[in-house]
């Protein structure tokens, strides 16, 4: 059974850091490329950030270009997302995602359950 | 950057409906759209990949159909179960969420 498990989030000031973390299990996690969607209160889903298979490609979305890393860690079956210079905006339920794909191009077959992100003084 | 237009953004509707929401690309985006469920406080469930392929352990009522700008999610009779945020999304180049489309009780 596919299992992905968000930790790391929190409340933090604007211009402080978070790193999230996902732990992946019931899959060959280095066959997969793997994302962050997240989704602002009341709002719709926005693709964040997403690393192939290999690592050796990143994307991010503009709004959180420069100030977000994604990485991961074959070895562990663990991805991260070191996010700094918080904003308000920034605020919203992080997903850790799943892609049926090897490379960023794709859709998302599983989910976490999310964690929350608050940024606020 | 393609943007993804649903509608209706509310349907109000009943048990054994037949609900058809739809999904519109600013340009054409071939068969590469996914649609996905969400309840509240819920991660969202891949329903339909490729606009029409049914994913793993989805009931049959769901289908979706479309290519190209156009896409439509059809639950042929809905059931209790189905009250939920729909959201369709594209992967023809990166990935783009539509804004969502509410299935409320009637």
């Known amino acids: 059974e596919v299992q992905l498990l968000e930790s790391g989030g929190g409340w933090v000031q604007p211009g402080g850091s978070l790193r999230l973390s996902c732990t992946a299990s019931?899959?060959?996690?280095?066959?997969?490329?793997m994302s962050w969607v997240r989704q602002a209160p009341g709002e719709g889903l926005m693709w964040v950030s997403g690393?192939?298979?290999?690592?050796?490609?990143?994307y991010y979305a503009d709004s959180v270009k420069g100030r977000f890393t994604m990485s991961r860690d074959k070895s562990k079956n663990l991805m991260y997302l070191q996010m700094n210079s918080l904003r308000g905006n920034d605020t919203a339920v992080y997903f850790c995602?799943?892609?049926?794909?090897?490379?960023?191009?794709?859709?998302?077959?599983?989910w976490g359950q999310g964690i929350q992100v608050t940024v606020s003084p | 950057d393609i943007q993804l237009t649903q509608s209706p953004s509310t349907l109000s509707a009943s048990v054994g409906d037949r609900v058809t929401i739809t999904c519109r690309a600013s340009?054409?985006?071939?068969?590469?759209l996914a649609w996905y469920q969400q309840k509240p406080a819920k991660a969202p469930r891949l329903l339909i990949y490729?606009?029409?392929t049914l994913h793993t352990g989805v009931p049959s009522r769901f289908s979706g159909s479309g290519s190209g700008t156009e896409f439509t999610l059809v639950i042929s009779s809905l059931q209790p179960d189905d009250f939920a945020t729909y959201f369709c999304?594209?992967?023809?180049?990166?990935?783009?969420f539509g804004q969502g489309t509410k299935v409320e009780i009637k």
């Open positions: 999304q594209e992967y023809n180049t990166y990935s783009v």
């Open positions: 490729m606009a029409s």
């Open positions: 690393i192939t298979a290999s690592g050796a490609s990143t």
């Open positions: 019931g899959f060959t996690f280095s066959n997969y490329a």
């Open positions: 340009q054409s985006i071939s068969g590469w």
């Open positions: 995602a799943k892609q049926r794909s090897s490379g960023l191009r794709g859709f998302f077959d599983y």
